[in-house]
Each structure stands twice: as C-alpha cells, then as structure tokens.
C-alpha cells in the first residue's frame, strides 16, 4: 500500500500544494487531476523521492519510503515527462539497459516481444535519436511491458500517442491493475481502463488544487 500524508510543496517562494492526502491500494488505479502549475509532477516526483517535500511523509507498506529503502525502489516503477532513453542506443539497446540497471536480466525475446507489443516492430535496432517523437514514446512505454514493479507512476502517459498506441497502453495499465497492481497517473484526459475482455475498471480521482 502506499500512503501520502499532508504533503505541502512550493517552488522558490510561491506554495504550490498543501495537506495533499490519499491511500492507493493493490487493484487500484488512481487519477491525479489539476489545473496546469498546480503541482502534478512535483508531486509525483515527491512521491517517488526524487525530490524532497516542504512537509509531509509518503509511507509504502505502513514505512516511510525514506526507511523502505530497496524494498520501495525495487517494487516502483516512474515514468516522466523525460523519457529517460540514451539517443545513441536503440531501443532493443535501452531496454535491456534499463533492465541491468535495476539488478535484473531480460531475454532477446522478451525485448523484442515488449517492443512488437508497443508497435516497434522492424524497428528494435534503430537509434532512438532517429525515431519520432511517437515512437520514443512507444520505446519508453515498452518498459511497462517488462516490468515487475507492483506500483506505476506515469506522468502524463497518454501524450503523442496515437490511437492504436492509445488502446495498447489502455490494456496494458488495466491489466497491471487487474492482476494486483497500483496506478498513479496524471492526463489531462478521463481514461477508462478496460481489458481485453471489455471489463472497465474503476479509475479513482484525486484533484490537486493549488496553495491557497
């Protein structure tokens, strides 16, 4: 489970957001909603300790995740609006980067089975810096694929996709949700998740609202 108690941020002297609270359960799904510069991607950050809060905890499994340690890292994966891929590798390359660095070891069919997933396929070998903006996306978003994280937190997931890509991250974030798995995301659009049996799954909402 993870936790965030009264969460408070400001950006140089202007507050942002304060008393920011909510609980994400397994086979939960949760939306983060809000007015752009309110704060979404400070939070999500704060959330994932990559930056610190002005007040507040965010707890994983009743600890502080300060305390978690490993055991919140290894069970986290985060997505931001920076894709985080090395231009000079393909994207077959940066998948299995990606996977060494976590401590674990993909197989070539696994790669190229999450990359054909994402619509990459024909182009497992070409550098990033080459391919569009579309299909950075795909390759970044391949990591889902592969992943064995229990909680996901995606920054604006949705953006330059197109509407295939759009349906395939659908199933893909309903089915991590269906078999257990917490989604912490933010969109400027409503998402229905649905799998590919046609089940829609509850998306809860939490809207931030700036620092009064």
Known sequence: MLSVHNLSCQRGDKPLFEGVSFRLQAAQALHIEGENGVGKTSLLRIICGLSAPDAGQVHWQDQPTSEAGEAFRSNLLYLGHHLAL????????????????AGRSLSQVQVLKALAL????????LPVRVMSQGQKRRTALARLCVSQAALWVLDEPF??????????????LAKHVAEGGML????????DLAHAQGQVLAVQSY????AA
């Open 159 to 172: 953006v330059a996709l197109d509407a295939q890509a759009l349906d395939l991250l659908r199933g893909l």
């Open 184 to 191: 912490l995301f933010t969109s400027h659009q409503k998402i």
């Open 86 to 101: 090395k231009e000079d590798l393909s994207a077959f390359e940066n998948l299995q980067t990606d996977a060494a660095v």
């Open 207 to 210: 809207r931030l609202k700036a």
């Open 118 to 125: 994402m619509g990459l396929r024909g182009r497992e070998h």
